[in-house]
């Protein structure tokens, strides 16, 4: 059974679309995007987009699904229920579960249990070494062989330079990508927060830009040096911005980076008291490194939107932040924030943002969605941007209810999501 979306405001940053039109999908992939379509079967499903925005569906380079080990906080199958109603259709989830996905059997629990599952696209990757404890490499070519598309540390960092440079020799053998979480523990120590005056006037420990700094410019050098491909995750600081910018004023071309919309909205100023919903790695930061993260955006040397999300049990989450877990949920409402903040403030068009969100990251996996032209992969979106709605946690499908942004409001709701042809989610208030 085909679908055939009609009259919607088709945006798509890779054929530099952005126009009324009708798309329309069958057998998996994008058959035609053009004017008066019409269903080629009688039993083919019609959608009414007038109004509406039509988009490739969102690509999340960073994810916890926190399966296996740690299910209570999420697993693969309401992961992917929680993407879907985000509409993201392709994910990287991070290896930093318990066990650590250090292997190919490890690698393959998660592919196989993602296609029995999972509603979108769940791509697994690699932990840089065994048990992500620093001393010895992973079988890096044993899971690139297993279909895992990418390396990460990403909890920590790999703190040996050498054996840093070591995987990165390895990644380029195996062609793989190494996804960056960029902290000095030496210099974070015990903090929570971002080191500033919110944190004394807290009286909370800090956590200063160098501690991100430091590994960001270190792991940019190496990979400059080994021809690795690196992308630096959820940056946070106006000195990774600033790094950014002076590599691709030197046409290095083999370092990306991204940033969570958190990271771009709030600031250390929006912590109020001691409130775990506001703890995250790497912190939030000041107003000035916020608008250089902005700036990175606007200006294409920060090149990806991602959510990093990372859900936890009430638990984990209630107390003081000295004592709870890093990290908030976001692949529910990474388009709305970013939307509402970037394109509606008109400090990025709507296909500048489709590029951050679907086109460039597809780029960096080399994986040919993120556009919705002719012969390609038919995950696509349908969201509503002319009315807002109000962001709360109990509607979220995620186990993980820790956000900072409840009661806020946002344009931007999906309405639906299809993934390889097929609608996985529907919104009650789609037509």
Avoid: W
């Avoid at 989450?317 to 529910?332: L, P």
């Avoid at 780029?363 to 390609?376: D, R, Y």
């Amino acid at each position: 059974m085909g679908i055939l979306i009609r009259g919607g405001r088709v945006v798509d940053a890779a054929a530099q679309i952005d126009k009324i039109a009708d798309v329309y999908l069958d057998d998996g992939v994008i058959q035609k995007v053009g004017e008066k379509l019409e269903a080629k079967d009688k039993d083919d499903k019609i959608i009414d987009a007038k109004g509406l925005v039509v988009m490739p569906g969102l690509v999340d380079l960073h994810v916890h699904f926190r399966d296996p080990g740690q299910t209570e906080k999420e697993d693969i199958e309401t992961g992917s229920h929680a993407a879907a109603r985000g509409g993201v259709t392709t994910v990287v989830a991070m290896p930093n579960t318990t066990p650590v996905i250090d292997s190919p059997d490890r690698a393959n629990y998660v592919k196989n249990k993602a296609a029995q599952v999972s509603a979108i696209h769940v791509l697994q990757a690699g932990a840089m070494t065994k048990g992500e404890l620093g001393e010895e490499l992973s079988d890096i070519a044993g899971m690139a062989a297993a279909g895992v598309p990418v390396l990460s540390e990403d909890g920590k960092s790999v703190m040996k330079a050498s054996l840093c440079k070591q995987a990165m020799e390895e990644a380029v053998k195996a062609g793989l990508p190494i996804f960056d979480h960029c902290e000095d523990m030496s210099l974070r120590g015990n903090g929570c927060m971002n080191e500033d005056e919110n944190a004394k006037r807290l009286g909370l420990p800090g956590i200063c830009n160098s501690t991100e700094d430091t590994i960001a410019a270190r792991d940019s050098l190496l990979a400059i040096e080994t021809g690795a491909k690196l992308h630096l995750c959820h940056c946070s600081t106006k000195g990774v911005a600033i790094m950014m910018k002076m590599l691709k004023a030197e046409g290095i071309e083999n370092v990306t980076a991204e940033v969570c919309p958190h990271h771009f909205i709030l600031t250390s100023d929006d912590i109020e008291r001691d409130d775990p919903n506001y703890k995250m790695n790497p912190p939030l930061r000041t107003r000035k490194d916020v608008e250089a993260l902005i700036e990175g955006l606007k200006e294409g040397y920060i090149q990806v939107i991602s959510t990093d999300h990372a859900p936890h049990t009430q638990k984990d989450k209630t107390g003081s932040m000295r004592t709870a877990a890093f990290g908030i949920v976001g692949i529910e409402t990474s388009f709305a924030l970013s939307y509402t903040a970037l394109v509606e403030t008109g400090i990025l068009t709507l296909s500048q943002l489709v590029e951050k969100m679907s086109y460039n990251p597809a780029q960096i996996l080399n994986l040919p969605c993120g556009t919705l032209q002719k012969g390609h992969p038919a995950d696509v979106i349908i969201a509503g941007i002319k009315n807002p709605y109000t962001i709360h946690k109990a509607d979220f499908v995620s186990k993980g209810k820790n956000t900072p942004f409840e009661g806020k409001e946002v344009k931007g709701k999906i309405l639906y999501t299809i993934c390889d042809g097929k609608i996985v989610y529907k919104d009650s208030a789609a037509k």
